[in-house]
Every structure is written in structure tokens, then in C-alpha cells.
């Protein structure tokens, strides 16, 4: 992985997200696809009930973002701890009663191998452009048995991975990789790491998985 596609350095350009008004995600190509900010930072919805339904246990949830999901399980009883990146993000997510550190997913986390969930929420499974990587990550962080929360995109989409920045009316981010994983390529990868599909949803336009260990 070069320096740019390292997961710090696009958590700081999250960081803008986190704070501003409207965002978008530009690729290389020009295409652009808006960030869905708002509700980054409000509370968690009907759809995100697909994933806190299916946390019975400790649960780790990286990406955590402004700490919507985090803190919904916190009010739940449910032992959570978002990892994040972007400081901002991290010290939003503390502001709403979370607990979150600001760490790199690949760096050494807390209870490593002991994870009942994982959280990959948001599309955050396209985290370092490399979908197939993160999951073997997601693995060595669950217990044997635990499972990975993964929202996906729709049928069709395939595997997908470009350049990225983040840009609004007064910023053009660095670029940085991502990835687009669709529901319908979420098992290739899962096996080649020794994840085992369980369960798809669907709530409106958003698209839920779950990965067995």
C-alpha cells in the first residue's frame, strides 16, 4: 500500500466532512457522489437497525464516523467501541457519549481475536481500496464464530476501486483509494479470507451483509 492510500491520511480528509455542509466523493473519472454527511451525524435510523439488531455482544466498529452506530449500541447495553482515523470524527463521536479511539484499522486494537461483531458500516468496507484485505483484517479481529456487519452497494455493482478525494464548494481534497464492494461480490471475497456469507437485507437503498468467522 503506498503512503497516499494509507488510512490516516484519509481520515484527515474526512475530517472536512465531519465539520462542513455538503460533501462529495470525486473520482478520477470526474464522477461525483455526494457524501451523506447528515446522516453520518444524526442518530441511528431504521435502516442501521439491520446492523444493531444483530449485535448481541462486544463489538467493534470501524470507520465509526461521527459515532451514530457506537453510540446507539452504548444506549443498547451493548458493550461498543468505535475506531476512527479522523480526529474530528473521534472527538464527535465522544461528544455523543461514545467510546472511540482514533486508530488505523491495520494498526494493533483492542481486544484483537476477541470481537463478537464487527462493524463495516457506511460503505467502509471500500477502506484502503482493497475490500479482500480489509476483510482478512475484519477476520483476525473476530472470535471464532463472530461476524462481520458489512454494508454493501446494490447487485451489479461488483468490485470496484479508483482514486478518490473528498471535495465541497471550498475544498479539493488529495486523493486517496477506495473501493466499492456490491452485494453480489461479497462472497468471492469472503471466501478467499475465510468468511462464510450469512444473512443479506436490504432497507430502502441501502444494502446489509453478514461474514461468519
Not at 467501541?81 to 484499522?105: H, I, M, W, Y
Amino acid at each position: 500500500m503506498t503512503t497516499a492510500s494509507r488510512i490516516p491520511h484519509a481520515g484527515n480528509e474526512f475530517c472536512h466532512a465531519m465539520t462542513s455542509g455538503q460533501c462529495w466523493l470525486e473520482l478520477s473519472t470526474g464522477e461525483r457522489l455526494v457524501l451523506p454527511t447528515s446522516r453520518w451525524k444524526a442518530a441511528s435510523d431504521a435502516a442501521d437497525a439491520w446492523m444493531l439488531d444483530a449485535c448481541t455482544g462486544p463489538t467493534l466498529d470501524v470507520g465509526c464516523g461521527p459515532g451514530r452506530l457506537t453510540a446507539a449500541l452504548t444506549a443498547r447495553g451493548v458493550p461498543a467501541l468505535g475506531v476512527d482515523s479522523s480526529p474530528v470524527a473521534v472527538r464527535l463521536a465522544r461528544e455523543r457519549g461514545a467510546v472511540a479511539l482514533c486508530r488505523d484499522v491495520f494498526d494493533r486494537l483492542p481486544g484483537e481475536g476477541r470481537w463478537r461483531h464487527v462493524l463495516l458500516a457506511d460503505g467502509n468496507v471500500g477502506i484502503g481500496g482493497d475490500p479482500v484485505r480489509l476483510l482478512r483484517r475484519t477476520g483476525e479481529l473476530l472470535r471464532r464464530g463472530g461476524t462481520a456487519l458489512v454494508e454493501v452497494s446494490g447487485p451489479g455493482e461488483g468490485l470496484r476501486t479508483g482514486r478518490v478525494r473528498v471535495a465541497s464548494a471550498t475544498l479539493d481534497g488529495a486523493w486517496f483509494d477506495w473501493a466499492w464492494l456490491g452485494v453480489d461480490a461479497l462472497e468471492g471475497c469472503a471466501h478467499d479470507v475465510g468468511l462464510r456469507l450469512g444473512d443479506v437485507g436490504r432497507r430502502g437503498e441501502r444494502w446489509f451483509a453478514e461474514l461468519i468467522r
